[in-house]
């Protein structure tokens, strides 16, 4: 690493710490307070709440970490915004424009969740490409049926 010059380590779903015996959770945390200290790099961790009970689990590291929450998307102008630009950007032949109620349709059943807006856009573009509309419709924003839990993802 040092070799190639990384400068950040980024490190995702850091609540998986969690799922190893203590013993192991000990090991990972002392290699990245190691390579924390040996490299001289940043380290940044992505995760559901649990990722700071799994970092927390060394003081030392919990203390080189600054904590931020991302909220959920709100009915306002840049949830409209990073819609639109989701959808402007979704490799289907025709352009997908959504009515205001289409657009409040997605916030309800993602509960403003930036992974379940991209669940809902990319499955809404499948089924565009299966049915040869090439295009994400009013119609089938109000018909589908969400595949995610949004309880599990936040229990």
Request: hydrophobic share 45%.
């Amino acid at each position: 690493m040092a070799a190639i010059g990384v400068q950040v380590l980024v490190i995702d779903e850091g609540h998986n710490i969690l799922a190893g015996t203590y013993r192991e959770q000990r090991i990972v945390l002392n290699t990245l307070r190691f390579l924390r200290n040996r490299l001289q790099i940043s380290l940044v961790c992505f995760g559901v709440n649990e990722a700071r009970e799994a970092i927390g689990g060394d003081v030392q590291l919990a203390r080189r970490f600054e904590q931020f929450t991302l909220n959920r998307w709100a009915a306002n102008e840049d949830f409209e915004t990073r819609v639109t630009s989701i959808l402007r950007n979704t490799p289907l032949r025709r352009p997908s424009v959504l009515t205001p109620k289409s657009l409040r349709r997605i916030l309800q059943i993602t509960d403003g969740v930036t992974a379940n807006i991209f669940q809902t856009i990319n499955s809404l573009a499948i089924n565009a490409i299966e049915n040869g509309s090439e295009c994400i419709t009013d119609s089938a924003v109000e018909t589908w049926v969400p595949t995610f839990d949004t309880e599990a993802a936040f229990a």
